[in-house]
């Protein structure tokens, strides 16, 4: 059975310092996907980002970065310069190859991010 | 806008209702699926279709039942509502069957009482 773990429950910070959202999957596939998503104060669920099993390179999109490492299996979700904006629950997914698309969701970060 | 469209937006209904949460994925997307989100389980896989059939069923209830038409909307049916079941239902829609990016609606908000 596959399993994400958010440890972080919730994180505060002020405006324009960095803030990582830890993540830690268990799977026995070798061939999965990860993806994050965000849950801002309206409710509805965005993308972010989606990664391959097989891509361990890391990824950067504007203030966003995104750390996978297959020998800790974790993906870590890293906001540079945060905004109030980014004030938001994230959720970390697994899904697995051999099961569809489901995703299987972390419990979430709670990030608040103030003046 | 993530082209996934769900109603109602907001729902309180009284306990033993039945009620139908509605969705129409995203333009040409073949499979829908539908999560709940509530306060104790977290974020939980319901149930997918693609094209028009059943292709997986996660945690969800006998009470519960959906549908995705031949329009490919979808239709998530409550019934027998308990208090438990006060959540926020999410549909999603991907592209094809198997792994793909899923793209969430706003959600419904069911409040039963």
């Known amino acids: 059975a596959q399993k994400v773990t958010q440890a972080q429950t919730e994180i505060s910070v002020v405006e324009k310092e960095d803030v990582t959202l830890d993540c830690v999957y268990e799977?026995?596939?070798?061939?999965?996907?990860l993806f994050w998503y965000k849950q801002p104060p309206s409710g509805e669920l965005v993308f972010l980002i989606r990664r391959n099993s097989f891509d361990e390179q890391n990824e950067i999109s504007g203030r966003y970065s995104w750390n996978f490492q297959k020998s800790t299996s974790s993906f870590n979700f890293t906001i540079t310069a945060s905004q109030v904006v980014d004030s938001a629950v994230y959720f970390c997914?697994?899904?697995?190859?051999?099961?569809?698309?489901?995703?299987?969701f972390g419990t979430g970060t709670q990030l608040k991010v103030e003046l | 806008d993530s082209g996934v469209t769900q109603t109602p937006k907001h729902l309180i209904t009284a306990t033993g209702q039945r009620v139908t949460l509605r969705c129409s994925p995203r333009?040409?997307?073949?499979?829908v699926y539908w999560y709940q989100q509530s306060l104790d389980q977290g974020l939980q896989f319901l149930i997918h279709?693609?094209?028009?059939?059943?292709?997986a069923k996660g945690n969800i209830l006998e009470r519960f039942s959906a549908q995705q038409f031949p329009d490919l909307h979808s239709e998530l049916n409550l019934s027998s509502l308990e208090l438990g079941d006060s959540a926020l239902y999410f549909c999603?829609?991907?592209?094809?069957?198997?792994?793909?990016?899923?793209?969430f609606g706003e959600g419904s908000w069911l409040t039963v009482v």
């Open positions: 997914a697994l899904s697995l190859t051999g099961g569809g698309n489901k995703l299987t």
């Open positions: 333009s040409g997307d073949l499979s």
């Open positions: 999603a829609s991907s592209a094809r069957q198997g792994i793909d990016t899923i793209y």
């Open positions: 279709y693609y094209n028009g059939e059943e292709r």
């Open positions: 799977t026995r596939d070798t061939t999965y996907y």
